[in-house]
């Protein structure tokens, strides 16, 4: 027996994201309807999952402020206070919480642990399963399902991911290309945990794509490596100890003995939907905007997506306008738009500047990193930005 029932809002994708978009707007009197291939399960593991996440502190301020953060086990979390950037001649840029007056600069969670505590908030209802087919009309869109089951609302909001099937079955316009890396991620069991270096993020930059230490919970820990795209793929099918062993000689003298849990490559790419909106339909988070995880801003990027989005549909609702259509969204794209070039933007002079060996960049790059070492007004200007402390949701 096949379903069709009307919804005020549907959102594709139950990840972070989408979750957390559900979660800011239950308390709106909005049919919601989430939908999505699966769901997480509800037991962890002890080890952390392999998909992790630097939340800034503008992000961690707006999802306590949707009770979304307090469903969190503090146990699977890690602070952190002090950021670094080291080249490898020692050239280096440290950034602190103190320098800003805050405790932290930002917390490492497991992407499904996040998801997970915005689903517990969100009190509307689930549906997994395939769409099939996305049909938009003056009233709204219309989805049908693999099993049949059709679904209808006003708004359709795509969350789901860099690969999106709504961006691609409505036919969104894209600018995008790969960039010349690819990512190879590693979990990692240290045999001792130091807690100075746990509160302690850092990476270390060299012309081929720079390593990066993200600490977690316990005596865990997040290794990466950004690399050719065919090492990468070669490293991907290694055994446990070649990947320990490369990991060794990368990371000598910088951490102690460790043993390896798990690992993957990524493929890395640049990616930009150039208008947001269109038949009745939104994309947001990845599904609008993939950009480089240099410094861990593409979930921040989309928590922001989602905090004006939700601050937009709460004032509409109040004020009793319409919410859900092009003209309502247009003070939205515009910020969101400044918002998505400036981060992007930043993320590729970073990427730009440090994957290279050419003198002149070279020296360019000594120069930049100096000056936001020596000239505090910038330096402090720089952190509050990468830690989303300029946005009004916060």
């Known amino acids: 027996m096949t379903t069709s029932t009307d919804f005020d809002l549907i959102i594709v994708g139950a990840g972070m994201v989408g979750a957390s978009l559900a979660a800011s707007l239950r308390d709106q009197q909005l049919n919601i309807l989430l939908v999505d291939k699966c769901l997480p399960k509800s037991q962890f593991k002890t080890e952390p999952h392999l998909r992790v996440s630097s939340i800034n502190l503008g992000a961690i301020r707006w999802l306590k402020q949707q009770a979304i953060w307090p469903n969190l086990d503090p146990a699977r979390l890690q602070p952190y206070t002090r950021l670094s950037a080291y080249e490898q001649n ?33 009190s509307c209802q689930t ?37 999106s099937y709504v961006a691609k079955q409505l036919k969104f316009a894209e600018k995008s290309w790969q960039y010349r890396q690819s990512c190879f991620s590693v979990i990692v069991e240290m045999q001792q945990r130091n807690e100075a270096a746990f509160q302690q993020t850092w990476q ?31 490293y991907q099918g290694w055994n446990a100890s070649q990947v320990e062993n490369l990991l060794q000689t990368l990371f000598a003298d910088r951490l102690p003995q460790f043993k390896v849990i798990s690992y993957a490559g990524f493929k890395l790419a640049r990616r930009t939907i150039q208008q947001p909106y269109q038949h009745n339909t939104l994309l ?49 794209l515009k910020e969101r738009k400044l918002d998505v070039e400036a981060t992007s933007g930043a993320m590729d002079i970073t990427y730009k500047l440090f994957s290279n060996d050419i003198p002149l960049v070279k020296s360019l790059r000594k120069l930049a990193l100096n000056s936001l070492n020596s000239v505090v007004p910038l330096k402090q200007t720089a952190l509050k930005f990468a830690l989303g402390l300029n946005s009004p949701y916060v």
């Open 204 to 234: 270390l930059f060299r012309p081929q794509g720079p390593i990066a230490f993200l600490p977690l919970f316990a005596n865990y820990a997040s290794l990466i490596v950004y690399d050719d795209p065919a090492k990468v793929q070669t």
């Open 90 to 122: 020692n050239c280096c840029i440290d950034f602190n919480a103190s320098e800003v007056n805050e405790k932290q600069l930002g917390v490492f969670v497991e992407n499904e642990h996040l998801q997970q505590a915005a689903l517990q908030q969100a």
């Open 284 to 332: 947001i988070g990845d599904a609008a905007h993939n950009i480089h995880p240099l410094a861990g801003q593409g979930v921040n990027l989309g928590l922001r997506d989602v905090a004006a989005l939700s601050h937009l549909i709460k004032d509409k609702l109040a004020k009793q306008q319409a919410w859900h259509t092009l003209d309502a969204f247009q003070p939205y």
């Open 127 to 163: 549906v997994t399963g395939q769409i099939n087919h996305i049909t938009p009309n003056d009233s709204g869109v219309e989805i049908a399902l693999d099993n049949g089951d059709t679904y209808r609302c006003k708004l359709l909001v795509g969350a789901d991911g860099g690969h």
